[in-house]
Nanobody
Framework: VQLQAYGGGLVQAGGSLRLSCAASGRTSSTNVMAWFRQVPGKEREFVSAVTWNGGSTYYADSVKGRFTISRDNAKNTVYLQMDSLKPEDTAVYYC?????????????????WGQGTLVTVSS
């Protein structure tokens, strides 16, 4: 499975960005797709996840109500709509996938990773 993330950039606080992550290869191994983020010196942290049919979504408390995850299986793509962005959302965002159908918040449980896309929110 190959994951290609894109859509990051520089935005002012209060603004919006939409990240996309396109999967290719053995997409049957992407039952759960998720977004994580990481800042230098800190561990990669869970942001959001979605199950294979989009029926269940999960969010970190820090982004709940501001971020929305969705997926389009016809396009093998997962999206992260980020609204009301804050400077503390600044990070490299990674998409990830796992074949198991159970959502986990631990980055160690995800086998497939995209290359990361930088989101910078200015105050």
């Amino acid at each position: 499975v190959q994951l290609q993330a894109y859509g990051g950039g520089l935005v002012q606080a209060g603004g919006s960005l939409r990240l996309s992550c396109a999967a290719s290869g053995r997409t049957s191994s992407t039952n759960v797709m998720a977004w994580f983020r990481q800042v230098p010196g800190k561990e990669r942290e869970f942001v959001s996840a979605v199950t294979w049919n989009g029926g269940s979504t999960y969010y970190a408390d820090s982004v709940k109500g501001r971020f929305t995850i969705s997926r389009d299986n016809a396009k093998n793509t997962v999206y992260l709509q980020m609204d009301s962005l804050k400077p503390e959302d600044t990070a490299v965002y990674y998409c990830a996938a796992r074949a198991a159908t159970v959502v986990t918040y631990s980055h160690r449980q995800y086998r497939y990773w995209g290359q990361g896309t930088l989101v910078t929110v200015s105050s």
